[in-house]
T-cell receptor
């Protein structure tokens, strides 16, 4: 079936700490993306990363498509990083439907 | 890139009434997607809206409850009909394989 699984479900950090979020996805899911949803509900696309590694400031992501997982790294975390991080992938067969994981809720304390 | 304007940003509605959510994109797009996010949950696709044809609904969502219009390539509406408290959610529109999302509509039904 179509599955996108994220871990951990919750994460609490002190400001300045680093973290790694994981996303496992099934064979029928491709073209991984990472999103951040802020406390007001706004959903921001962080990375479109079907494979390989990308970096944007303190954030980076790596997808190993052959092993069906993706990692999101957050370094030197800040309170503004708090929110929910979702990974999502497109279902197969040329579909443009995104399937989302359940998310990782990140809380960064000052 | 695409900029999506979604209205209203939030609303509190009486049960039994209907609310229409608007989504305006600053460029022409073939497909627009409507998602629902129930409290504390992930995003679930409601339907895909193509200009000039009926929307395609996902399992568990029906046209009578969530009628969608797509009058042109830059605009779509989603109506939540005959609302109950269970419809309290964030509703989001999206384009371009989920790369871009509107700001979301936070709906509370009382």
């Amino acid at each position: 079936g179509i599955q996108v699984e994220q871990s951990p479900p919750d994460l609490i950090l002190q400001e300045g700490a680093n973290s790694t979020l994981r996303c496992n996805f099934s064979d029928s899911v491709n073209n991984l993306q990472w999103f951040h949803q802020n406390p007001w509900g706004q959903l921001i696309n962080l990375f479109y990363i079907p494979s390989g590694t990308k970096q944007n400031g303190r954030l980076s992501a790596t997808t190993v498509a052959t092993e069906r997982y993706s990692l999101l790294y957050i370094s030197s975390s800040q309170t503004t990083d708090s929110g929910v991080y979702f990974c999502a992938g497109l279902t197969g067969g040329g579909s443009e439907k995104l399937v989302f994981g359940k998310g990782t809720k990140l809380t960064v304390n000052p | 890139s695409a900029v999506i304007s979604q209205k209203p940003s939030r609303d509190i509605c009486q049960r039994g009434t209907s609310l229409t959510i608007q989504c305006q994109v600053d460029s022409q797009v073939t497909m627009m997607f409507w998602y629902r996010q129930q409290p504390g949950q992930s995003l679930t696709l409601i339907a895909t809206a193509n200009q000039g044809s009926e929307a395609t609904y996902e399992s568990g969502f029906v046209i009578d409850k969530f009628p969608i219009s797509r009058p042109n390539l830059t605009f779509s509406t989603l109506t939540v009909s005959n609302m109950s408290p269970e419809d309290s959610s964030i509703y989001l529109c999206s384009v371009d394989r989920g790369t871009f999302f509107g700001q979301g509509t936070r709906l509370t039904v009382v």
